[in-house]
């Protein structure tokens, strides 16, 4: 079922959702559909927002992007760096009734370490074993120390799936999990339902029965059907819908710096669609990022309040860094750069966006600025979960997509950019940027650290496989008599607590 706005501007009444909506559920608007259900699997922002409620982590992090525990109590590392001893929760079930413990985690790293399709390999790629070392504790033993393994436990690494149930061929269709609420159903294209677990070890904060996740691309749409009262929360607003937000009486705006990005990945080696100057040289890619004016497309999608980017850390990072000025708009430089690398203006390529209208028309203001520099820019338009399938495929020449960011700048730059990691779509490859990196991972101080990016960084900017376009603030509105929420870097939407007033 399709979530429409008439023409007259009235939202229409959604049947489904006037039988969801009960006083003890939450309705909450999404902008994408999540591409499947399976934490190791999948590579969806929507899909960490369903498995935020759906799936407990052993670790999690704080509005401060501090480490707090979950369903791991406490941890400990040896003197040498590569054991990480962690006690666990005891009393925890999963939803099918399985018990959590040691052997259930052993499990699910194994499984997240080796499953064929799992986007976490690179993740935990410092892991050399996992053992069950006692009922609630767990020992991971690492080839080499790594600065970034806490944080990937406080993600999709860290997020415990029943092992029985995560052996079955239709887990991602039918998740178990043992976080505070359990899987109902999913209507593709239309909502996820969950219900609330009443085995969960902390379920008295959480106060909802149900909650249900209801994708509607259109972010115009998602605030008519939050100010209907068909929605309870949206997340992504759009920038140009935050001033009316504001002003409405029965609304409330959140609103927290981001740790994401959005960016443009170019396919350097991932099959033939790589095969063309754009992929090839990076004078054109360095060309196409002239092109661009991000101060103008800030203006008028965000409303300015996007920050520019020309990297991949975040102004919430500690790494960020900010010696980085952010190119100028040069047509006649980007024209140089082509005639250098020879190409015959125009130069066709062509760009995927997801079928949203901010990332249409940010793909359209791209479309008008490059065709200045001798591009001819052919937007593509797409389900958002379909266009990443088509990225990891090779069937792309140029893609615009988002990152949510983690807390620990690996999570920002390692999976993107080292030769044989899983979110390497563009298949970019450089030995000197996987030393770097691997190199960080290794390195515990600060400033150590910082400057291993700064010299990566240093190195994808010139080489440009990904251009880094902006970082996001995270914007969420909903119905005034909501309480509690407190939004986080993340992005996540974390439901402890939260109720609606009586």
Same mark, same amino acid.
């Given at each position: 079922?399709?979530?429409?706005?008439?023409?007259?501007?009235?939202?229409?009444?959604?049947?489904?959702?006037?039988?969801?909506?009960?006083?003890?559920?939450?309705?909450?608007?999404?902008?994408?559909?999540?591409?499947?259900?399976?934490?190791?699997?999948?590579?969806?922002?929507?899909?960490?927002?369903?498995?935020?409620?759906?799936?407990?982590?052993?670790?999690?992090?704080?509005?401060?992007?501090? *480490?707090?525990?979950?369903?791991?109590?406490? +941890?400990?590392?040896?003197?040498?760096?590569?054991?990480?001893?962690?006690?666990?929760?005891?009393?925890?079930?999963?939803?099918?009734?399985?018990?959590?413990?040691?052997?259930?985690?052993?499990?699910?790293?194994?499984?997240?370490?080796?499953?064929?399709?799992? /986007?976490?390999?690179?993740?935990?790629?410092?892991?050399?074993?996992?053992?069950?070392?006692?009922?609630?504790?767990?020992?991971?033993?690492?080839?080499?120390?790594?600065?970034?393994?806490?944080?990937?436990?406080?993600?999709?690494?860290?997020?415990?799936?029943?092992?029985?149930?995560?052996?079955?061929?239709?887990?991602?269709?039918?998740?178990?999990? #043992?976080?505070?609420?359990?899987?109902?159903?999913?209507?593709? /294209?239309?909502?996820?339902?969950?219900?609330? *677990?009443?085995?969960? +070890?902390?379920?008295?904060? *959480?106060?909802?029965?149900?909650?249900?996740?209801?994708?509607?691309?259109?972010? #115009?749409?998602?605030?008519?059907?939050?100010?209907?009262?068909?929605?309870?929360?949206?997340?992504?607003?759009?920038?140009?819908?935050?001033?009316?937000?504001?002003?409405?009486?029965?609304?409330?705006?959140?609103?927290?710096?981001?740790?994401?990005?959005?960016?443009?990945?170019?396919?350097?080696?991932? %099959?033939?669609? #790589?095969?063309?100057?754009?992929?090839?040289?990076?004078?054109?890619?360095?060309?196409?990022?002239?092109?661009?004016?991000?101060?103008?497309?800030?203006?008028?999608?965000?409303?300015?309040?996007?920050?520019?980017?020309?990297?991949?850390?975040?102004?919430?990072?500690?790494?960020?860094?900010?010696?980085?000025?952010?190119?100028?708009?040069?047509?006649?430089?980007?024209?140089?750069?082509?005639?250098?690398?020879?190409?015959?203006?125009?130069?066709?390529?062509?760009?995927?966006?997801?079928?949203?209208?901010?990332?249409?028309?940010?793909?359209?203001?791209?479309?008008?600025?490059?065709?200045?520099?001798?591009?001819?820019?052919?937007?593509?338009?797409?389900?958002?979960?379909?266009?990443?399938?088509?990225?990891?495929?090779?069937?792309?020449?140029?893609?615009?997509?988002?990152?949510? %960011?983690?807390?620990?700048?690996?999570?920002?730059?390692?999976?993107?950019?080292?030769?044989?990691?899983?979110?390497?779509?563009?298949?970019?490859?450089?030995?000197?940027?996987?030393?770097?990196?691997?190199?960080?991972?290794?390195?515990? %101080?600060?400033?150590?650290?910082?400057?291993?990016?700064?010299?990566?960084?240093?190195?994808?900017?010139?080489?440009?496989?990904?251009?880094?376009?902006?970082?996001?603030?995270?914007? *969420?509105?909903?119905?005034?008599?909501? /309480?509690?929420?407190?939004?986080?870097?993340?992005?996540?939407?974390?439901?402890?607590?939260?109720?609606?007033?009586?």
């Amino acid at each position: 079922m399709k979530h429409l706005l008439a023409f007259t501007g009235v939202t229409l009444l959604l049947a489904c959702s006037q039988a969801l909506a009960t006083p003890a559920t939450l309705r909450i608007g999404i902008q994408d559909d999540p591409d499947m259900l399976d934490p190791h699997r999948s590579r969806t922002y929507a899909g960490r927002l369903v498995y935020t409620a759906l799936c407990d982590k052993l670790v999690d992090t704080d509005a401060d992007l501090q *480490f707090i525990p979950r369903l791991a109590t406490a +941890w400990e590392w040896s003197e040498d760096g590569k054991t990480l001893t962690m006690n666990l929760r005891e009393g925890v079930t999963f939803h099918d009734g399985e018990p959590f413990d040691a052997e259930a985690v052993k499990f699910n790293l194994d499984r997240a370490r080796t499953l064929p399709d799992s /986007q976490r390999k690179s993740e935990l790629s410092s892991v050399e074993s996992v053992e069950a070392t006692a009922p609630t504790t767990v020992t991971i033993h690492l080839k080499k120390p790594d600065a970034t393994l806490i944080a990937q436990l406080s993600d999709r690494s860290g997020m415990m799936l029943a092992p029985k149930a995560a052996q079955g061929a239709d887990y991602a269709s039918k998740p178990v999990c #043992s976080g505070p609420y359990e899987f109902v159903e999913r209507v593709q /294209q239309d909502r996820i339902v969950l219900k609330k *677990f009443d085995g969960y +070890w902390n379920k008295d904060v *959480f106060h909802f029965d149900r909650v249900v996740f209801m994708p509607i691309p259109d972010t #115009s749409v998602r605030l008519a059907n939050l100010r209907s009262g068909d929605l309870d929360m949206i997340e992504r607003v759009a920038p140009t819908d935050v001033k009316s937000a504001r002003a409405d009486a029965k609304l409330k705006v959140y609103s927290t710096p981001g740790l994401g990005f959005m960016e443009m990945v170019v396919n350097i080696a991932n %099959g033939p669609k #790589s095969q063309n100057p754009l992929g090839q040289d990076k004078r054109v890619r360095q060309a196409l990022e002239l092109s661009l004016d991000r101060d103008a497309i800030n203006q008028v999608v965000f409303e300015g309040l996007y920050i520019p980017a020309n990297q991949a850390l975040s102004p919430s990072s500690p790494f960020f860094d900010g010696s980085r000025t952010i190119p100028a708009r040069d047509p006649e430089k980007a024209r140089a750069l082509l005639g250098e690398a020879g190409v015959k203006l125009p130069l066709p390529i062509d760009l995927k966006v997801a079928n949203n209208p901010i990332a249409q028309q940010i793909g359209q203001i791209i479309q008008a600025m490059a065709q200045e520099s001798g591009f001819q820019v052919n937007l593509i338009a797409g389900e958002y979960a379909t266009q990443l399938s088509e990225q990891q495929a090779g069937n792309y020449q140029v893609a615009l997509y988002n990152w949510s %960011g983690r807390p620990d700048p690996d999570g920002n730059l390692h999976q993107f950019v080292t030769c044989k990691a899983p979110l390497n779509d563009a298949r970019y490859c450089n030995p000197k940027v996987d030393e770097l990196l691997n190199e960080a991972r290794v390195r515990n %101080g600060l400033e150590e650290r910082k400057a291993l990016y700064a010299q990566a960084q240093e190195i994808l900017i010139d080489e440009a496989p990904y251009i880094y376009l902006f970082f996001d603030p995270r914007l *969420f509105v909903a119905r005034g008599d909501l /309480q509690n929420f407190q939004p986080q870097p993340d992005g996540l939407i974390r439901l402890e607590n939260v109720r609606l007033a009586p």
